[in-house]
């Protein structure tokens, strides 16, 4: 494959604030970091539109990090757009772009759209969450037929079909395996990780967990933050389950694989996954899976997709007394991804 690229501008809602900032974006952090290093020649310019809170260009791992500090404001959103724009103009002036790739299918990808129009530069935009819901206002406003989309998985795929003029390709995320060092004592009977906000689901999961309990104790783990968190330790109070889950709040990136690590049983109860990096995750740190039928999901030895809270409960049931299956190879690595995304680079 002839590789084209000198100089790659990545378009994103936010980015790390520092190379110790881990919890912004771990995927997108892990993927170009990943490409960084297969390709360390390659200039790699980061234009974050909302976060972090600064104006001040910072270096990244040897990628220049431009943010326009929107801070999600509404009435900041015309001059975010056109910060960017003029900045991709600099850019493209003192060292041609080769590629522009969005994240999300919302205000970056509508200005990749423009400057690629305009200057003739080719523009990819990977769907990142519930951006393919049809909800989203900029499924309608920018012309989806003539964009080069990327799509995380199956699943989130499923949410654009119906329009033929158009068929996104499919790239999964993938784990970078270094980072994993599985722990040999389980300490942890199930684990939760995600945003605590109403799509994850989380009062499910406390049901769960309330019915198992009543004839096996657990030690249960919950990790994350969100607007959610007052509701759900009511609940867990009303239920008694005090002394069986734990509210870790939000953890670094590498805290909360050690976590992971020390977990039999990883309970995903989201209505709705684009890919799922705890999936992975999970799979590389020899925890059991059980979840719904969303992301990147795969029935196996060592995932159980269940739907409802009976099927969920035999689920973790099982895998509470079940061991990793060593003989299944976890499927998305990050190599894997940077290979993908080299061969759309210079298609």
Not at 19 to 37: G, S
Not at 125 to 137: A, P, R, S, W
Not at 205 to 215: G, P, V
Not at 323 to 342: G, H, M, Q, R, W
């Amino acid at each position: 494959m002839k590789n084209t690229l000198k100089h790659i501008v990545f378009l994103t809602p936010g980015f790390a604030q520092n190379e110790q900032d881990t919890t912004t974006i771990p995927a997108l952090q892990e993927y170009i970091f990943a490409l960084k290093k297969e390709q360390p020649e390659l200039k790699i310019t980061i234009i974050a539109f909302q976060f972090p809170f600064t104006k001040s260009s910072y270096d990244w791992h040897n990628c220049n990090v431009i943010p326009l500090n929107g801070k999600n404001k509404k009435w900041k959103k015309i001059l975010i757009w056109n910060s960017a724009f003029q900045s991709l103009k600099k850019l493209n002036k003192k060292q041609p772009i080769s590629i522009i790739h969005s994240f999300w299918l919302g205000e970056c990808a509508f200005v990749g759209n423009l400057f690629s129009n305009r200057f003739r530069i080719k523009h990819i935009c990977t769907l990142m969450g519930q951006d393919v819901k049809k909800k989203n206002f900029y499924l309608k406003l920018l012309p989806l037929q003539n964009m080069n989309l990327i799509c995380l998985s199956t699943f989130q795929k499923q949410y654009l079909l119906g329009n033929d003029s158009f068929q996104p390709k499919i790239i999964p995320w993938g784990i970078t395996k270094t980072k994993f060092l599985p722990s040999t004592q389980k300490t942890i009977d199930i684990i939760g990780v995600g945003s605590l906000i109403p799509v994850k689901n989380y009062e499910l999961f406390i049901d769960i967990i309330f019915e198992i309990h009543k004839t096996l104790p657990l030690k249960v783990v919950l990790l994350g933050d969100g607007k959610d968190k007052e509701k759900l330790q009511k609940k867990i109070k009303q239920l008694q389950l005090e002394n069986a889950i734990t509210l870790t709040g939000k953890l670094s990136y590498i805290k909360t694989l050690e976590y992971i690590s020390k977990a039999k049983v990883l309970l995903h109860t989201s209505h709705f996954e684009s890919f799922g990096m705890i999936f992975p995750e999970a799979l590389e740190s020899k925890t059991l899976i059980v979840s719904k039928n969303v992301g990147c999901a795969f029935p196996s030895e060592n995932w159980f997709i269940a739907e409802t809270i009976e099927e969920m409960i035999l689920a973790c049931k099982k895998g509470l007394i079940s061991s990793f299956a060593t003989n299944c190879d976890n499927p998305f690595l990050i190599e894997k991804t940077v290979e993908n995304y080299l061969k759309v680079y210079n298609e």
